[in-house]
């Protein structure tokens, strides 16, 4: 009962610091009004605040193992909560993304305890498990966040989607103060934290299999980062028809981390992973090919975007699972480190492909290719790291 108390506020902190990604989005030309400001700096946002999540994440891993989960989960809440209520008052876009960055910071600190929490109740293909149903939080933020960041906009305007996430802050932790969260696990190691993280980041079963997570979910920021403009611009797509797309968007996440919920214990990690990745290519391939040969037609990229989406809720909690049990030290700090990586590489991603924001896809699609087709490279590396543990094991 207790993990599933957990697991449920888990999952509610995940959504509020994912729902920062995508709730603006369909705002973004009246933001860009607003300011007044380019598009293009605007949309500049979701890279500076991925960059926000990952900057203060290894901090939020050692806070966590040194004064618990509850304190630094609150105190993560609290200054997310309140960059979120400061936001509408930005009078400029420096500003406005002054105040992303240190949402970002609290949003990270969110999204590290929220796994960590998971991690502590669960493992191995458990874990697994528990982070698809994480996996399933993410895309009610990423597509029906969107959907109702959309529905925000058009009845209250832009600033209203901001303290909406204010509020859903103060609520949640108004809950956690009622709540008893398990034991705290403290990580097997007297090494200060620096030394810790740099033991695991060289490990490659940690390595490995953290690198595959962070560019699929690149596929993910990239297409975020440049569809706004590309569908509300090139297809002249309304905010609320962009809005609408987060249901079939919402519907392929939630399918994928349903059958890993389902299948991961019978099937097994790997196979199951592999799967994913290959949908994830698929996917990027079938949007390149409609760049080039069918330009006109926008659901040769968002109904491509949906089968990547597919493969990427597939692949994503079975890497994490494998990183955190791949680490050779245990406690939060492996869950942190895969956090730090997975939103350094976005952030990386979302600035490269905010440099590509055009009208055109074919920019946008091929990142994505060159970005699933490492992913399919490390699903390699983590066979090679399996089969190199289990014959360690059996020696």
């Known amino acids: 009962m207790k993990s599933t108390t957990t697991l449920a506020l888990a999952c509610s902190a995940a959504f509020l610091a994912q729902v920062g990604i995508s ?109 698809s149903w994480l996996g399933m939080t993410f895309v009610i933020a990423l597509g029906i966040g969107q959907f109702a960041g959309s529905r925000v906009q058009l009845a209250f305007g832009w600033e209203a989607i901001f303290y909406g996430l204010a509020i859903g802050s103060a609520l949640l932790m108004m809950v956690l103060q009622r709540v008893t969260f398990p034991k705290l696990l403290k990580a097997d190691s007297s090494l200060p934290p620096w030394r810790i993280y740099a033991t695991i980041a060289r490990h490659p079963p940690f390595l490995h299999a953290a690198l595959l997570g962070g560019l699929g979910y690149g596929v993910i920021i990239a297409f975020n980062t440049c569809a706004p403009l590309i569908l509300q611009g090139h297809f002249q797509w309304s905010a609320a028809q962009y809005g609408w797309l987060g249901w079939p968007i919402s519907g392929a996440y939630l399918a994928g981390a349903l059958m890993v919920n389902r299948f991961v214990a019978r099937t097994g990690r790997l196979t199951m992973m592999s799967w994913g990745v290959a949908l994830v290519l698929l996917g990027s391939a079938v949007m390149l090919l409609g760049s080039v040969f069918a330009s006109g037609l926008a659901v040769l990229l968002w109904l491509p975007y949906c089968v990547a989406v597919l493969g990427q809720s597939m692949s994503y909690p079975i890497s994490l699972s494998l990183a955190n049990d791949g680490a050779p030290i245990s406690g939060s700090y492996a869950m942190a480190l895969s956090g730090f990586t997975h939103q350094l590489m976005a952030a990386m991603i979302g600035g490269v ?27 390699a590396r983590c066979k090679a790291d399996q089969n190199a543990l289990r014959k360690i094991s059996s020696i």
């Not at 492909?353 to 490279?377: K, R």
Request: charged content about 10%; overall charge positive.
């Open 23 to 131: 709730s603006y989005l369909p705002a973004v030309p009246a933001i860009a009004l607003a300011l007044p400001a380019a598009e293009d700096r605007v949309a500049l946002a979701l890279a500076v605040y991925l960059v926000g999540m990952a900057l203060p994440m290894l901090l939020w891993g050692s806070l966590g193992e040194r004064f618990g989960r509850k304190p630094v989960l609150l105190a993560a809440l609290a200054l997310y909560g309140l960059a979120s209520a400061t936001i509408p008052s930005a009078f400029n876009v420096e500003v406005f993304l002054t105040l992303r960055l240190i949402q970002g910071f609290g949003a990270g600190g969110i999204s590290v305890m929220a796994r960590v929490l998971v991690r502590d109740s669960f493992s191995g293909a458990l874990l697994a498990k528990g982070l």
């Open 353 to 379: 492909a905010s440099l590509l924001v055009t009208q055109q896809a074919s920019p946008l699609a091929l990142l994505c290719v060159a970005l699933a087709g490492g992913a399919w490279i490390c699903v």
